[in-house]
């Protein structure tokens, strides 16, 4: 059985750590104990990514975030912490957002 370490799994997803030990502890994102540490199984990781894939935003919930500037803060902030790139996920949910409000 493949497993990944937490660190490997939030690497590939592009999150920090106590972001991605939110996802674990809200039982968002699996994970099996061996000894004292957390390890994400590929199973695991792969249901994780189906779940984000899944969301789908609607029309009016995008209208009230991109009018809110809520996008462009967090991009800012993004920026302000030396993020100079998106992780896939903020990518997609950007993606979602404009998707929703060109139909």
């Known amino acids: 059985m493949k497993h990944f370490t937490t660190r490997e799994a939030r690497e590939?997803?592009?999150?920090?750590?106590s972001s991605f030990e939110g996802l674990m502890d809200r039982n968002e994102i699996g994970f099996i104990r061996?000894?004292?540490?957390?390890?994400i199984t590929k199973k695991q990781y792969d249901e994780y990514m189906k779940s984000i894939e899944n969301v789908m935003v609607e029309k009016p919930v995008a209208n009230?975030?991109?009018e809110s500037g809520l996008v462009s803060r967090v991009n800012k902030v993004l920026i302000g912490l030396g993020k100079k790139t998106m992780?896939?996920?903020e990518r997609d949910l950007i993606a979602a957002l404009e998707s929703a409000l060109a139909e």
């Open 12 to 17: 590939m997803l592009g999150i920090s750590r």
């Open 34 to 39: 061996i000894g004292g540490r957390r390890y």
């Open 64 to 66: 009230a975030v991109l």
């Open 87 to 89: 992780s896939p996920r």
